[in-house]
């Protein structure tokens, strides 16, 4: 890889990294709380001024809890969230399952009141 490619990559990732954060809801600041890093090296990763060593991107990927092939490559996995639930409800008992269920449909429909008083 040459140095071009080095820092196209860096963007992306850069820019992947920034997505992820407001999508998150956390500032510069607070990320860099988390990772045990600085906002000014927080900045650097989001303008593609700086890649990031391995041990902040795996960090990175379970701050945001996307997976690591998601914030290098951009390729978020439809359902990840959903096929962990679901993986975690087969271990249930049919009434624990359905009570799970019941309580994540309720968080749903008030997520999306939410959404909706937002809009």
Known sequence: MDEQEKQALCEEVGRRVWRCRKE?????????????SSTQYIGDIEQGKKCMSMAYFIR????F????????????EPGAAAG?????????????????????????????????EDG
Do not use: C, F, W
């Not at 990175?60 to 701050?63: D, H, K, M, R, V």
């Open 24 to 36: 998150a809801g956390l500032t510069r600041e607070a990320l860099a709380e988390r990772l045990g």
């Open 60 to 63: 990175l990927g379970s701050i």
């Open 65 to 76: 809890n996307i997976s690591l092939d998601a914030l290098a490559y951009g390729q978020r």
């Open 84 to 116: 962990r639930m679901l993986r975690r409800m087969e271990e249930m008992t049919p009434l624990d399952r359905g009570l799970a269920a019941h309580i994540i449909l309720k968080a749903a429909d008030l997520v999306r009141a939410m959404e909706s």
